[in-house]
């Protein structure tokens, strides 16, 4: 009750004031923007060459960084910045919250991202990682299928999410360590449409990437069922 009070508060407020930095709350006129300029300059965003298996930087293109496991089934992985900090804080309130327009900030952001690192022509479709049911029911909304939505009609790629979905619910990640993790998500993705990926390049869009066991497993499904090739592009990754 009182966080729905909450929210008709805020939604009524923001007609009736100019919006505010979603972090700091100074002013930012009448555009509508998550974050203020001073905010925005503490996102860490990953820089090239990146490492394939994990986005961080590293000596040189193509090659791994040598600190991450580098055992997956996807080809590659883009983060656009770190999960800490203002970033952690902005998608935090994304995702509890629900708060669209940061889905329109940091797609945005991921697009800019992808146009300065990848091509369009390598790819076929984008698809989203699906929440389990329980998550998913929950908070009402699937924040990576918002995001690839965006993403998908910004690069007039065809969003393929109908095809990958997920099975059990999940017990929850960060209480478990590495190999429960793995262990975890093992077998708890499968295909609806083997057909509308086959021989598909797959962009798979998530917002967080912590040991990118999920990911893997999103890539060991698509390619199971003919996939060419799959990469990751995620708003945020683990430090
Ligand atoms: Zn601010
Ligand atoms: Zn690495």
Redesign the pocket.
């Known amino acids: 009750m009182l966080l729905m009070l909450t929210s008709i508060l805020r939604a009524s407020s923001a007609l009736l004031f100019p919006p505010a930095?979603e972090?700091?709350s100074?002013p930012l006129g009448l555009q509508r923007q998550a974050?203020?300029q001073?905010?925005e300059s503490k996102i860490r965003v990953l820089q090239a060459p990146f490492c394939v298996s994990c986005g961080r930087n590293c000596l040189a293109e193509n090659k791994t960084c040598g600190n991450c496991a580098g055992d997956f089934y996807f080809d590659r992985v883009f983060a656009y910045a770190y999960y800490e900090g203002v970033m952690r804080e902005i998608l935090h309130h994304y995702k509890f919250n629900e708060k669209k327009y940061v889905a329109e900030y940091l797609s945005e952001k991921m697009i800019s991202f992808f146009k300065a690192h990848l091509k369009v022509n390598d790819f076929d479709a984008v698809l989203a990682v699906p929440l389990d049911p329980f998550g998913h029911n929950k908070r009402g909304f699937n924040q990576s299928a918002l995001l690839t939505r965006r993403i998908s009609k910004a690069l007039s790629l065809e969003d393929r999410s109908y095809v990958l979905r997920r099975k059990r619910p999940l017990s929850p990640q960060f209480l478990m360590n590495k190999s429960e993790r793995k262990e975890n998500v093992r077998g708890q993705f499968w295909i609806a449409a083997p057909e509308s990926v086959r021989k598909a390049r797959c962009l798979v869009v998530d917002d967080i990437l912590t040991t990118g066991e999920t990911l893997s497993e999103c890539a060991r499904v698509l390619k199971e069922a003919g996939a060419i090739s799959v990469t990751g592009l995620t708003a945020s990754r683990g430090l």
């Open positions: 930095c972090i700091c100074v974050l203020c001073s905010c």
